[in-house]
Structures are given as C-alpha cells and as structure tokens.
C-alpha cells in the first residue's frame, strides 16, 4: 500500500502540473462521472496531502482520493509538461514521444486503458486514477470531518523541524489507546501516513516490542518514535521509496568489514538491494544481533519484528 510519502509526493506533483490551470476532468470507466462533472472546467487551486488522502482543493469543492491497497496514478504528457515535473526526477513523468495538439492546443491524450476511474487533464498532460478506494468530491464540511478524524501527519510539520503540537497529539493519543503500539501505528487516526513498512521499520530502529501497550511508551519513547518516524518518512518523500537501512549511516550498527561483505559496492544482488531492517525479512538472520526476524498476522497485515533487538 502506498504510505504516506507517496501521497505527499503526489499531491506535489498535483500541485505543479495541473493546481492554476483549467482542467479537463473525465471517468473513462464510468463511476466518478457525476464527480467528475463537478470538477470539469474548473481551475484547482491547491493540492495537499494528509496521511494517505490527496486532496484538491478547488474552492469550496474538495476532490478526495485515497489509494488504498491497490490503486495508481499514471501521468503522461509533452516536453513542457515532463520538464514542469522538476521533483520527478527519480521517476519523471513518461513523456508523448510524438504529442498532437487539438483546435485549442490541447494535447490529444491517449484512450485510457484499463479501468480508469478519473482522468484529469490540462493543455500539456494528463493523469490517470485507476483502482482507488476512495474518489469523490467532499464540501467543506465533509472535508472537516475527514481530517477531524486524523491523527498529526509527521510530514506535514515544516521542514526540518519538530512541531510540539502535533507530537503532544500523538503521545495523547497513544496514552488513550488501549491496543499495542504495532496496533496503534496502524491507525490512522493516531498518526496519519505510516503504513506497514514504516510501522515494522520504525519499530525496530527505536527497539520497541510491537506488543508494548501504546500506552504503556514512557514520554520520552514516544518522542523518539514521533522522530524516527519523521525523518524515515521525509527521506521517503525525498528518495521517492522507503529505504529505511542506511548502510552509509555511521549508527547502522554494523561495522566496516560486515558492511562491505552485505552490501558489496556498485552490487547488484538481492542483497545489495535490501532496503529494510525487518520488513520482509522474516526467517532472515537480524543484521544487528542475529537473532532469526519474525512474521506474523496483525489484524490482516504482515507484522514483522526482531525479538532480540524490540525488547522494550
Ligand atoms: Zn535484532
């Protein structure tokens, strides 16, 4: 499932391709029609995330898309539309190689394949929403009520920094849960934006045991947490995947030697690949103590943990 750099990233790239244009927005395949209706012809005026829900904003109109487990943008479009994606370096925007133009300059986008539910275009591109959960367009109110009920969103703190507030909200809202942590960071409602692999790895870097009662994290563990939690998520959004062992990091935990034997430099194994600490890597050895990484079933997801290292 995309976590919530992925969202943060997309309502980015939302915001620099389509946010001040008129658009053109479609359901090719059918069930957004009437949404899409609403929103055609208008000019969206500001794009943001909030945990894994996109949300543009076109006045008192709010477009609301979540992902879910399966769902993707695709977006395409001519050399002007792929150069104005400047953050998409990683994985630009696929460009038309041969782009035509209609009466109006429009480009000519392609027939939608697969099961579109929306399409949303402007003169130079166009995206298209396959698979999500959620696609609909909110009032103001509705909107309200959506984000009432979230939790702080680390990556909406200002760069760099550490918002008291919102940390004050996630410790309050740990103490008054009375499920685990593992449970608890699930939840969006108690943080918004971390999904499995974010849970699995946060909670190894801090040693935490995913059963420890959320509420039972002393002050100060919570606030570690809310920190790991961030940066692993800003680096997400800055790397555009979730790369949450850092071997060049010097607190790796491993030294030099075993450095170089795992990740064999310009390597193109598997294990020159391995970007997680836990997370799918059950029946592995721990790269910090050795002790065998475990799996199991937590409320229909994967859990994934090192008993030798969580213990607190
Ligand atoms: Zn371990």
């Not at 008192?60 to 370096?89: C, K, M, N, P």
């Not at 986008?109 to 929306?118: K, L, S």
């Not at 003169?123 to 367009?137: F, Q, S, T």
């Not at 103590?289 to 994967?302: A, E, F, K, N, S």
């Amino acid at each position: 499932m995309p976590e919530g750099h992925t969202i943060h990233r997309l309502a980015a790239r939302i915001q620099r391709l389509f946010v001040g244009q008129d658009w053109r927005v479609s359901s090719p395949q059918g069930p957004f029609t009437a949404g899409a209706a609403r929103l055609n012809g208008r000019s969206p005026r500001r794009a943001e995330a909030w945990g894994k829900h996109l949300l543009v904003h076109l006045g008192a109109e709010i477009w609301h898309v979540h992902l879910g487990l399966y769902g993707s943008f695709g977006f395409r479009g001519d050399d002007t539309f792929v150069t104005a994606d400047q953050l998409g370096q990683l994985r630009p925007v696929s460009r038309v190689r041969e782009p035509a133009y209609d009466d109006t300059g429009w480009i000519l986008p392609e027939a939608p394949q697969g099961a579109v539910r929306a399409r949303i275009q402007v003169p130079h591109g166009w995206g298209d929403l396959r698979g999500p959960v959620k696609c609909r367009v909110l009032n103001s109110m509705q909107y309200e009520t959506l984000v009432g009920r979230l939790g702080p969103d680390p990556l909406r703190q200002p760069t760099g920094e550490i918002n008291p507030e919102m940390l004050m909200r996630f410790r309050n809202n740990l103490a008054r849960r009375r499920s685990s942590i593992a449970a608890a960071l699930m939840d969006q409602s108690v943080i918004a934006g971390v999904g499995n692999v974010y849970r699995a790895e946060a909670l190894f870097v801090e040693g935490i045991a995913p059963d420890t009662p959320a509420a039972q994290l002393d002050p100060e563990q919570a606030t570690t947490l809310w920190s790991t939690v961030t940066i692993q998520l800003r680096t997400g959004v800055r790397e555009g995947v979730i790369r949450t062992l850092r071997p060049a990091d010097p607190d790796h935990g491993l030294r030099g030697a075993d450095l170089h034997r795992k990740w064999p430099a310009g390597g193109t194994g598997t294990e020159a690949a391995r970007h997680h600490w836990v997370y799918r890597q059950q029946h592995t050895p721990c790269l910090r103590c050795g002790q065998t990484i475990l799996m199991r079933q937590l409320q229909g997801r994967r859990l994934y943990w090192c008993p030798g290292c969580q213990t607190r």
